[in-house]
């Protein structure tokens, strides 16, 4: 059987073009009237359809005629001999249709609206941190006050993968910047025979700003990222929703684990990274600056004051918990697909390093301020 035949026909009698439609509509014969209308040899010219024959007609295949009809660049000039049924499904079709062209058209916004715009989805996005840090805060005074309910095979499982597999990674970024700290420190110190002065500033400088935000913006793409893809997943897959279902709150089972265990991990790679980035500036001091190991540490010991490592591991764990509550809040908000788990999670590795730097430069006019 020709189906180009047996659902639709197209006629030209004197420049007007009808379409006539025959046989059953429906979703079960779409792939096979969509062939038919491919076929037909629709032209970008008004055309009439007619439902004299037409036995059934539901909005898939409505919706399938009017996209045929439209990517030919053909305008349905009108419908004759079809049922009133027929009539309010094209009729319901070709409504909806339009209503989505108006909706997915472009609006203009001039650039005082736009500023004005991103205001208030900023305003948005700081009242959702703040009421999420509200909820942990709530949920961690739970658990100071009972702390049995504290899940310690979650938090031993993501003290793990936060803190010990993060180790090489860090240990190798801070020993390359120590290295290079070093030798550009070196070449400006050897002009003015200062060499020992560069182990100071390795030093202080490592231990009281470089290690904590390297090491914050290295955990926030690693942790804060992964805390998004989980947590979004786990929605998405609608485990959360199983979680309350059996009575348990998602804050006490997802959340607090993941927000001790980086508190917790995020200062002891700052550690890791300052002895780390020390080490790699002692490599490269003696073959570049004639400093010996043991001067190095001499020097260490002497200059660098415990006030500026105690610092940097304060600052640690500040910049741990704004990357923990970020990160959570943005899996816990995903929609409903899978996109919005990649755009998610993007943003949570964007909204993690402002928020650390912003920090940081925080801290630092503190601290000059209170003169620590």
Known sequence: MDTRHHFCRLEQREGQATLFLAGDWRLQRLAEIDAALAGAGIAASPLTLDGTE????????????????????AGIEGLAN???????????????????????R????????????????????????????????????????????????????????????????????????????????????????ANILVVDAVAIGTCRELSPIIVAIIVAGRSGAAFTAQLGTMLLTEEIDAIRTLGLSPMQVLVIPR???????????????????????????NPLLDITPTTFIERVHAELSLDHVIVGLVKAAIFAAFIAIIGCRMGMTVSRDSRSIG??????????????????????????EIGI
């Open 54 to 73: 037409l036995a059934a007609l539901d909005t898939a295949a409505a919706l399938a005629l009017l996209r045929r009809v439209a990517g030919a660049g």
């Open 82 to 104: 079809f049922n009133a049924s027929h009539t309010r499904v094209i009729e319901a079709v070709r409504g909806r249709l339009r209503d989505t062209a108006s909706e997915v």
């Open 106 to 193: 472009r609006v203009r916004h001039n650039p005082l609206a736009l500023i004005g715009m991103h205001v208030i989805d900023f305003r948005g996005l700081m009242e959702g941190h703040l009421g999420f840090f509200g909820r942990s805060a709530v949920a961690l005074g739970d658990v100071a006050w009972r702390p049995r309910t504290l899940r310690l095979k979650e938090l031993s499982a993501q003290f793990e993968q936060n803190c010990i597999k993060a180790i090489p990674v860090v240990v190798l970024v801070t020993f390359l910047i120590g290295v290079v700290l070093a030798y550009l420190f070196g070449m400006q110190a050897e002009k003015y025979g």
């Open 259 to 285: 927000f001790v265990a980086l508190v917790i991990a995020l200062p002891l790679l700052v550690f890791i990274g300052d002895v780390s980035g020390m080490a790699g500036a002692m490599t490269v001091a």
């Open 343 to 368: 755009i998610n999670t993007t943003s949570t590795v964007v909204q993690c390093i402002v928020a650390v730097i912003l920090l940081d430069a925080f801290f630092a006019v503190l601290f000059q």
